[in-house]
């Protein structure tokens, strides 16, 4: 079987050579955000990660994303975070396209690799940190999570598409 691969973002920074012309577009109803714009000139840091880079695909404001962000993360070697989430009602899920993390998860850690997906609970104690020598890509999905009556809230797992 060949290894399946993910996009992830190019970052670095764009030859002086290269014609911009890629833009995204916002609408009341969608986004469109073109890869070319997934440069280093568009990253962002989040508070409590080390050796960290995070485009923002998505995230809640007034006419678009209100109910969730969606970040994509590269994460150096040795970097990561051990406060990751610093809203404890959001629930979470990463999915991994490149490079190795480690993910502990009430203690417990769980190597991912690509393809690897993680479902954490609202008030789950986790950190992610990046031991392998070359950098890790991978999605975070965060959105709050609203409980239902007479449904308990499913407890955190990890798992990989290669598995199912």
Request: hydrophobic content about 40%; charged content about 15%; some cysteine.
């Amino acid at each position: 079987m060949t290894e399946r691969t993910y996009a992830s973002p190019p970052g670095g920074l764009p030859p002086q050579s290269d014609l911009l012309t890629g833009r995204a577009v916002f609408t009341e109803a969608y986004a469109v955000i073109p890869a070319g714009t997934m440069r280093d000139i568009t990253v962002t840091a989040l508070p409590f990660w080390t050796e960290t880079k995070v485009w923002v695909i998505a995230r809640p404001m007034t006419g678009f994303a209100e109910t969730f962000s969606h970040y994509i993360v590269e994460v150096a070697p040795g970097g990561g975070s051990t406060h990751p989430e610093t809203n404890p009602e959001a629930q979470a899920a990463l999915f991994v396209t490149e490079g190795q993390i480690v993910v502990t998860i009430d203690g417990q850690p769980h190597r991912m690799s690509p393809g690897g997906y993680a479902w954490l609970p609202p008030g789950c104690d986790w950190t992610l940190e990046n031991q392998a020598p070359s950098q890790a890509v991978f999605h975070w999905i965060r959105k709050r999570y609203i409980e239902v009556d007479g449904i308990e809230t499913p407890a955190a797992f990890v798992t990989n598409e290669r598995d199912h």
